[in-house]
């Protein structure tokens, strides 16, 4: 578990199934992960209990975002690192935070202790993330962090029946 000021970053436990049942046929944040069809309980079911949490194993590492407020906790999203090439030392990161919990900095901190752990612990390189141009909240949380658009894809993502870009954004470690 990673212990922040407001946060705790931990792995998946079968508890998680219900929400990630939730967030994932959650059809308007399909767009964010490229998901076209609903999951099933049994498949994230498999999914939980076949995470091993190593990301050198699975090539990537899904922590649960709790958020501590006078002793008690509550799941308020989820930090992924995902496309993991150890050889490379680099991986993709993405962040979902639920609606209620948006806008009180807990994105930044979570982003801040993933990225701290990724460059100080895992000993990566660099983190890279894909954000659509229109999504201007992940824009301002990856930039605050560090990271830079090092390119952009011309009508790459079909958002709404609309095409709209996508930045790629680098945060390599110096």
């Known amino acids: 578990m990673l212990k922040g000021k407001h946060i705790e970053l931990r792995a998946l436990e079968p508890s998680d199934v219900d929400l990630l049942f939730k967030w994932e046929n959650d059809e308007k944040l399909w767009y964010l992960s490229n998901t076209l069809a609903p999951f099933s309980r049994f498949q994230l ?21 709790d958020h501590i407020e ?19 030392r680099r991986a993709g ?25 990724c460059f100080d612990v895992l000993n990566m390189h660099q983190l890279y993330c894909n954000i659509s141009n229109t999504n201007i909240a992940s824009l301002e949380l990856f930039r605050n962090s560090g990271f830079e658009i090092s390119g952009q894809k011309k009508e790459w993502l079909m958002i709404r029946n609309q095409w709209e870009d996508e930045y790629f954004l680098q945060l390599i470690n110096r």
């Open 45 to 65: 079911e498999q999914y939980v209990l076949n995470s091993g949490n190593d990301i050198f194993k699975d090539r990537q590492l899904r922590l649960m975002i």
């Open 70 to 88: 006078s002793g008690q906790k509550e799941t308020i999203g989820s930090i992924d690192l995902f496309d993991f090439e150890p050889h490379h």
């Open 93 to 117: 990161v993405g962040i979902m935070i639920i609606e209620s919990a948006r806008k009180k900095g807990f994105a930044r901190e979570a982003l801040e202790m993933i990225i701290h752990h």
